[in-house]
T-cell receptor, first 113, second 113 residues
Framework: RKEVEQDPGPFNVPEGATVAFNCTYS??????FFWYRQDCRKEPKLLMS???SGNEDGRFTAQLNRASQYISLLIRDSKLSDSATYLC??????????????FGTGTRLKVLA | NAGVTQTPKFRVLKTGQSMTLLCAQD?????MYWYRQDPGMGLRLIHY???????AKGEVPDGYNVSRLKKQNFLLGLESAAPSQTSVYFC????????????FGSGTRLTVV
């Protein structure tokens, strides 16, 4: 089983729609969680951190479910400019005390006019 | 407003040639990383550094070397390039390894023929 799994998509949604992605992780020792956005042929850019209490930034809401070991990203009122690949990241602490920052392979979103 | 700068942006090498990729950050971050991104594989950590003068191996270090002589610079070397090293290389930096996300450079597209 992969340490971090994402549905590759693509998710094709019309403008104005609400879309949600999940990302599952296998290691319960995971400490921190993030969502990144990556445009085609560009670098990943941090979208938001994911806190236990959930967090919201404008049209974007991220949530963490530790019991079921997944994080989610909800995008409301989708814009054409939201079309990108969304990468989830899980950061875990190994028994050695070192960190392992694990990227998912991404979920591709296409917002259609 | 530079953030993380990578040079060069594109390069074509012949098998067996060597080259150095340069990464520079102006955010005074202690942590720096080199990743490669291949289709369907996600981002994989090559080497990283937790401060000036330190380096450590990531998950795919073979065929690469790194140096961090100055805090703001992190160099990635390929001593004898192989076609398997054809990839997009991203440098990143962060304030710490757990609670803050990473800032990425714009990437280097390397083709080894």
């Amino acid at each position: 089983r992969k340490e971090v799994e994402q549905d590759p998509g693509p998710f094709n949604v019309p403008e104005g729609a609400t879309v949600a992605f999940n990302c599952t992780y296998s290691n319960s020792a995971s400490q921190s969680f993030f969502w990144y956005r990556q445009d085609c042929r560009k670098e990943p850019k941090l979208l938001m951190s994911v806190y236990s209490s959930g967090n919201e930034d404008g049209r974007f809401t991220a949530q963490l479910n530790r019991a079921s070991q997944y994080i989610s990203l909800l995008i409301r009122d989708s814009k054409l400019s939201d079309s990108a690949t969304y990468l989830c990241v899980v950061n875990l602490i190994r028994t050695s005390g070192t960190y392992k920052y694990i990227f998912g392979t991404g979920t591709r979103l296409k917002v259609l006019a | 407003n530079a953030g993380v700068t990578q040079t060069p942006k594109f390069r074509v090498l012949k098998t067996g040639q060597s080259m150095t990729l340069l990464c520079a950050q102006d955010m005074n971050h202690e942590y720096m990383y080199w990743y490669r991104q291949d289709p369907g594989m996600g981002l994989r950590l090559i080497h990283y550094s937790v401060g000036e003068g330190t380096t450590a191996k990531g998950e795919v270090p073979d065929g690469y070397n790194v140096s961090r002589l100055k805090k703001q610079n992190f160099l990635l070397g390929l001593e004898s390039a192989a076609p398997s090293q054809t990839s997009v290389y991203f440098c990143a930096s962060s304030e710490d390894r757990n609670y803050y996300g990473y800032t990425f450079g714009s990437g280097t597209r390397l083709t080894v023929v």
